[in-house]
């Protein structure tokens, strides 16, 4: 179904206010993705943050004109898949990759992040990214370290002092005649 001039300009004016927030995008051939494949794909895209979109190419180099995904242009060529990160810089990585195993036809092509292209083997460093809450949850181990590491070294410090916790020293007492 051919857009007219009108539908164009919506396609890319979404794509590019998508592409202006975005953490990463990776650019995947589809040809011969089957209906099934694509809704599945599209259903676990929306639940894990990743805009996902079918777009005529020039349409998608107009949208990324400004963004730090300019980069690609020269690269989108053939039919193409768009999976940007809307909410965390490694979710379109494994959307791609966890779809490409189960179908031979889904092949990545390119990897933008920070505004440098990479080439399609880097899905699997962006796949490997930590998830959001993985990240917090690391840093919060970073963050109590230094605490554990004092109170370790205060009762390495007690122990070596007097066995532990201190006790008060027992005087012989002489007994009353």
């Given at each position: 179904?051919?857009?007219?001039?009108?539908?164009?300009?919506?396609?890319?004016?979404?794509?590019?206010?998508?592409?202006?927030?975005?953490?990463?995008?990776?650019?995947?051939?589809?040809?011969?993705?089957?209906?099934?494949?694509?809704?599945?794909?599209?259903?676990?895209?929306?639940?894990?943050?990743?805009?996902?979109?079918?777009?005529?190419?020039?349409?998608?180099?107009?949208?990324?004109?400004?963004?730090?995904?300019?980069?690609?242009?020269?690269?989108?060529?053939?039919?193409l898949l768009?999976?940007?990160?809307?909410?965390?810089?490694?979710?379109?990585?494994?959307?791609?990759?966890?779809?490409?195993?189960?179908?031979?036809?889904?092949?990545?092509?390119?990897?933008?992040?920070?505004?440098?292209q990479y080439?399609?083997?880097?899905?699997?460093?962006?796949?490997?990214?930590?998830?959001?809450?993985?990240?917090?949850?690391?840093?919060?181990?970073?963050?109590a370290e230094?605490?554990?590491?004092?109170?370790?070294?205060?009762?390495?410090?007690?122990?070596?002092?007097?066995?532990?916790?201190?006790?008060?020293?027992?005087?012989?007492?002489?007994?009353?005649?």
């Amino acid at each position: 179904m051919a857009l007219n001039l009108s539908q164009k300009k919506d396609v890319v004016a979404e794509v590019a206010e998508v592409a202006a927030k975005a953490h990463s995008l990776i650019a995947a051939e589809y040809a011969g993705t089957t209906v099934s494949q694509m809704t599945a794909m599209r259903k676990k895209a929306r639940e894990t943050g990743v805009f996902l979109k079918v777009v005529k190419n020039t349409l998608a180099a107009r949208a990324v004109t400004g963004t730090e995904y300019e980069v690609a242009k020269d690269s989108m060529v053939g039919p193409l898949l768009y999976a940007f990160s809307t909410e965390e810089p490694g979710a379109a990585g494994r959307l791609i990759k966890e779809f490409a195993k189960g179908n031979d036809k889904l092949q990545p092509k390119l990897v933008v992040v920070g505004g440098q292209q990479y080439p399609a083997t880097h899905v699997e460093v962006l796949a490997s990214l930590p998830t959001r809450e993985q990240a917090l949850a690391m840093l919060a181990r970073v963050l109590a370290e230094p605490a554990a590491m004092f109170a370790r070294a205060v009762k390495a410090v007690a122990d070596k002092q007097g066995g532990g916790e201190a006790e008060a020293p027992v005087e012989a007492q002489a007994e009353p005649a």
